[in-house]
């Protein structure tokens, strides 16, 4: 342990016995100034009694690398709290397992929320992980070639050369779906009209979909389309950073049934908190928090030196109504929510759990 990490997360260990720390609102962001959380971690003794609870995860990634150095350096145990996390193929199938009450907490995606609840359940986002969609386009190298496309070709020029393609995305209405459909609707290219998309389910099987030439193209988590690039099979064209509304839009995030967190507010803060720490100590001390990840992904170290700090993680775990609008806007854009629905969805999330403490 480096000798910064000594130190407590607050002046004493936050204990469940603030139980009366306040309850859940269905969404805004209260006016005092937040208190920012500390990104050093804690090292004395966990409380004796922890409250167990599971969380669901998207996925295995180190997109979510703040979940799994939470319960590393032992934010969840500080707070009070024993998690035991299960990763899962997709953010819908988190959230369904959330929703079917198997899980208190999911380590999910801002859609997932927004889809939900137009469906009439209640979720809420209680403490944000990204607050952009960094997901990475790679083109085939074989693709590529055939349509003169360089690492130096303009962006425009890489997007219009995907017309007639197949490309790999997760699933149908994900995230990759439509931020590839907003990627390339930029250039006019219209899905199932000028290209095809693929539903593979795991970014490892859509890359291993490009490399094997079902596909010509994939969007993925960085770690994936770097991967792809350093094995020769992709060319990175871009990602979401590269356009506005993409870039400022809520993506990785704690989700909870707002009717748990008003039951538990205490349990729902402890675990809020601890993700917003994690956050900052990624933020604050990059180069311990990867060699603290380095071993737990079977991924070179030279892809995680080039992914992480493209996640966008989100200080003090705080979110923005802005980031909000915009996810709520691509799908409004697709036709899968309503104008009216958008903006009631787009307020499902809070920031009261990661404030003040």
């Given amino acids: 342990m480096h000798a910064w990490r000594n130190r407590w997360v607050w002046a004493g260990a936050l204990t469940l016995a603030l139980a009366g720390c306040g309850s859940a609102t269905s969404s805004g962001q209260p006016a005092s100034k937040p208190a920012p959380a500390t990104s050093a971690a804690p090292s004395a003794a966990a409380p004796k009694?922890?409250?167990h609870v599971t969380m669901v995860e998207a996925v295995s990634s180190p997109a979510y690398a703040p979940v799994f150095l939470a319960q590393k350096l032992g934010y969840f145990q500080a707070h009070g709290v024993s998690v035991t996390v299960s990763p899962l193929q997709g953010g819908s199938t988190a959230a369904a397992a959330l929703i079917g009450g198997s899980a208190q907490f999911d380590a999910g995606v801002a859609s997932d929320v927004l889809l939900a609840d137009a469906k009439g359940n209640h979720l809420e986002s209680i403490a944000a992980i990204n607050n952009s969609i960094f997901l990475?386009?790679?083109?085939?190298t074989t693709w590529a070639k055939a349509h003169g496309i360089t690492a130096n070709t303009p962006l425009n020029d890489k997007l219009?050369?995907?017309k007639g393609a197949k490309i790999g995305i997760t699933a149908p209405g994900s995230l990759t779906d439509l931020a590839l459909r907003y990627m390339l609707g930029q250039?006019?290219?219209k899905p199932n009209v000028d290209y095809h998309e693929v539903a593979l389910g795991s970014p490892a099987a859509n890359l291993a979909?490009?490399?094997a030439g079902?596909?010509?193209?994939a969007i993925f988590d960085p770690s994936f389309a770097d991967t792809a690039v350093q094995k020769g099979v992709g060319l990175y064209i871009g990602s979401g950073t590269d356009f506005p509304v993409l870039n400022n839009a809520a993506f990785g995030c704690v989700v909870v049934d707002r009717s748990y967190a008003e039951a538990h507010p205490d349990v729902t803060r402890a675990v809020a908190q601890s993700i917003a720490e994690a956050d900052n100590f990624i933020l604050d001390h990059p180069q311990e928090a990867l060699q603290d990840l380095?071993?737990?992904?079977k991924l070179p170290k030279s892809i995680l030196d080039y992914a992480v700090p493209r996640y966008n993680f989100a200080r003090d775990g705080l979110t923005t109504q802005q980031a909000w609008d915009n996810v709520a806007q691509i799908f409004v854009q697709n036709g899968l929510l309503t104008p009216e629905q958008g903006k009631a969805v787009a307020?499902?999330?809070t920031n009261q759990y990661v404030q003040g403490g």
């Fill in 160 to 162: 219009k050369a995907l």
């Fill in 294 to 297: 380095y071993p737990l992904f």
């Fill in 136 to 140: 990475a386009l790679d083109m085939s």
């Fill in 49 to 51: 009694q922890l409250v």
């Fill in 347 to 349: 307020k499902n999330f």
């Fill in 187 to 189: 250039v006019g290219l």
């Fill in 214 to 217: 079902t596909t010509q193209a």
């Fill in 209 to 211: 979909a490009l490399s």
